[in-house]
């Protein structure tokens, strides 16, 4: 009898981990769910993660609560959720420095595409390049023709070595052959801020963040960094057309969780969210921010991840771009 009983005791310790797993899979979600903007508030994460995260409550039964968790361009906040429990209760919105500061560091606190499991590539959006009304500039061409004239006197608002409006200005810088140079503040909201007050002259912001701005008569907008004009604001020119031939930059939203989290959660996360995202109401507001709904599966996401990587590595490192 002992020893029917000492088996039966080491076969529950063997399958209690498995069964246990499955339990909270199949009652997922009975808490709070955490999405780290690895950010401030205000930038484009922090507006993607917000949208997401009211329709993914709502679809959940269980509140979404963003946490800001900003610094070291993305990288204090990515190893909050990389050292996470991989329960399906900590996720993460990212975007291009996610990949791009493996390439600006020395060493990152995460590897892209090890530590974490992709769930959705959520959104994508331009770049609207602006300027504050002071500078007498009224066209991409023109900036270009005051750029040269007064090397290294213009300044552009930098959410931080690696993201997306230091990549977008350097590569301004690299098509256009001047030297209009970053400022660096901690995070979009703050850069654009700076922008608003004149203490930077020059932005490279996303469109979402920067449209209600121009109409508001605060910003000058010279072009939209994507290949054709943005259907929000058809007016404004892209970069290229306005006088840049072959600049293009758009940026990319993501939901990623830590890896080991269940498939069944990723997958019930990503059915969610693609219904919620892809509803004509909800593709509008997204729209309306000039975003574009993307709403993919984990393996697209997995693919564009390994892309980006390619892509932003020879760019980084062809310009010489090193976070100190």
Known sequence: MKTVLLLAAVMAVAVSPAR???AQTENYPMRPVRVISPFPAGGSVDLV????????????????VIDNRSGASGNI???VAARAAPDGYTLM??????????????????DALTDFVPISLLTSSPSMLTVHPSVPVRSVRELLALAKARPGALNYASAGIGTNPHIAGELFNYLGKVNIVAVHFKGGGPGLIAAISGEVGITFTNFAETSTLVKAGKLRALGVSSAKRAAAMPEVPTIAESGLPGYEFVTWHGMLAPKGTPRPIVVLLNERIRKTMTAPDQAQRFHDRGLDVIA???EEFSTHLKNELLKWGRVIKERGMRAE
């Open 20 to 22: 246990y797993a499955a």
């Open 49 to 64: 993660a917000r949208m997401v995260g009211a329709k993914l409550s709502e679809s959940l039964g269980q509140q979404v």
């Open 77 to 79: 906040g990515t190893e």
């Open 93 to 110: 919105v990212h975007t291009i420095p996610f990949v791009a500061n493996t390439f600006l560091y020395t060493r990152v606190p995460y």
């Open 296 to 298: 993919s599966t984990p």
